[in-house]
T-cell receptor
C-alpha cells in the first residue's frame, strides 16, 4: 500500500540555519510527491512537488528531490527565516487514483 | 487560480445540534473533493472522498450517518456533523482535486468546530 513516513518534530532552529526534514515513502508504481505547509490557524498550502524520479521541486528557497532508489523526498532549505515557522507535511499521490497520503507533519520553529 | 473556500471558518455549537460546513472551489470544477479532520499537533486524517453526483466513500472508522457528505455540484461539497458531541470538536479541512495537467489537491482554509 501507500504510506509516508516523516521525521518527527518539533524542530527548532536559529534564523539562517540549514533545514532538513526527512520524508520516505512506500508506494506501488510511480507516485507523485508533495510538500505542503500549514501556517498557524490556516489550511494547507502546496509548497513544492515532483512527479517523477530525479525531479527536483523548489519554491521559496525550499527544495526536495524525488529519489526513487532511496524512496525519499527530503525537504531542505539553506537559510531559514522566522517566517518559515509552520508545520510541514510530506504527501504522495498514488500512480492510480487521486487520493493523497500524508505524513504526520513536522513542526518547525525558527527563532531570531 | 485554484482557490478553495470553506464556510464557516469557525463555529461553536451546543451538544446535540447539527452543523453544516461548506466547501467551494471558486474558480474550477472539482469532480472530487476530500474531507479531512485534523487533531491538534497531528496529521490530517482522511474522512471521506466526495464525488459529484454520487455517494461519498468513507474511510474505515468514520460514521457515515454522523458525518453526512453531499456533493451536489461541481463546485460545492458539504459536510454535516449530526448530533454533535464535544469529541467532534476538531479542525475540519476540505480539499478539491483539480484533474488534468496539474493533478493537484487544493485545500480550503479549514473550519474550527467547537462543541460545547
Amino acid at each position: 500500500g501507500n504510506s509516508v513516513t516523516q521525521m518527527e518534530g518539533p524542530v527548532t532552529l536559529s534564523e539562517e540555519a540549514f533545514l532538513t526534514i526527512n520524508c520516505t515513502y512506500t508506494a506501488t508504481g510511480y507516485p507523485s510527491l508533495f510538500w505542503y505547509v500549514q501556517y498557524p490557524g490556516e489550511g494547507l498550502q502546496l509548497l513544492l512537488k515532483a512527479t517523477k524520479a530525479d525531479d527536483k521541486g523548489s519554491n521559496k528557497g525550499f527544495e526536495a528531490t524525488y529519489r526513487k532508489e532511496t524512496t525519499s523526498f527530503h525537504l531542505e532549505k539553506g537559510s531559514v527565516q522566522v517566517s518559515d515557522s509552520a508545520v510541514y507535511f510530506c504527501a504522495l499521490r498514488g500512480y492510480t487514483g487521486n487520493q493523497f497520503y500524508f505524513g504526520t507533519g513536522t513542526s518547525l520553529t525558527v527563532i531570531p | 487560480g485554484a482557490v478553495v473556500s470553506q464556510h464557516p471558518s469557525r463555529v461553536i455549537c451546543k451538544s446535540g445540534t447539527s452543523v453544516k460546513i461548506e466547501c467551494r472551489s471558486l474558480d474550477f470544477q472539482a469532480t472530487t473533493m476530500f474531507w479531512y479532520r485534523q487533531f491538534p499537533k497531528q496529521s490530517l486524517m482522511l474522512m471521506a472522498t466526495s464525488n459529484e453526483g454520487s455517494k461519498a466513500t468513507y474511510e474505515q472508522g468514520v460514521e457515515k450517518d454522523k458525518f453526512l457528505i453531499n456533493h451536489a455540484s461541481l463546485t460545492l461539497s458539504t459536510l454535516t456533523v449530526t448530533s454533535a458531541h464535544p469529541e467532534d470538536s476538531s479542525f475540519y479541512i476540505c480539499s478539491a482535486y483539480l484533474a488534468g495537467g496539474r493533478n493537484e489537491q487544493f485545500f480550503g482554509p479549514g473550519t474550527r468546530l467547537t462543541v460545547l
